[in-house]
């Protein structure tokens, strides 16, 4: 594999930079341009192109997708249970997030903890920044409770789910791995692909689906 190493990357590397950083900072554009083709294209919203994305890299950092899913779902159903309990308080609503914050952070402490008592060490054991990453969720996630109510930020977490899963088998893909570190160059492709979803004007695929028996009498 070394001799497949762009001259570029072996400069960095010379220079301190890891491996592994040097990659998921080539994979970042072309995560993106996967999660804006699939927004543009194929019309699935999910919380904006930021929230899967980090997400995504969130999911990397973690021991395992299966440990990163789970905390996910902690942290939803937790940020959805603590609005409703704080419902009747009338808080405003960054107190609210910060109380709502606060819990769902010890209630992870006590789930990593849990993960050590079942000897699932690898969850026991997961880092505290994918922590704090996925954990930011629930602002996200509370935001989009108020404004357009709960069927809809649940549709748009599970999207964001999804996408984020896909996203991190596109990162953890051993051939375009090793394809960016020979060609580090093939990223600025991106910017010409993103030029061409963003001129996009024709229906979302999810739109020809819900309109289809409409699209059938034209």
Known sequence: ME?????IIKFFILQGVPMETIILILMLPLIATFIAFLRQVVGIKAFGIYTPLIITFAFLAT?????????F?????LGMLMRFMLKPFRLLYLPRVAIMLTVVALFILLF????????RTGLASV?????????TLVEKFVSVQIEKGDRTALILAFE???ISIIGF??????????MLLSYPWLILLTIPINIIIGKW??????????????????
């Open 169 to 178: 088998y596109i990162a953890s893909w051993g051939t375009l791995r090793t």
């Open 201 to 218: 004007t024709g229906l979302r695929i999810s739109e020809y689906i819900r309109f289809r028996n409409i699209l059938k009498k034209l």
């Open 112 to 119: 990593l903890f849990f993960g050590g008592v079942i000897q």
């Open 63 to 71: 021991n395992g997708l299966r440990y990163g899913i789970a905390i």
């Open 160 to 162: 964001t789910l999804i």
């Open 127 to 135: 880092s505290i920044f994918p922590i704090v990453i996925m954990i």
């Open 3 to 7: 001799t497949t190493i762009s001259p």
């Open 73 to 77: 779902l902690v942290i939803l159903f």
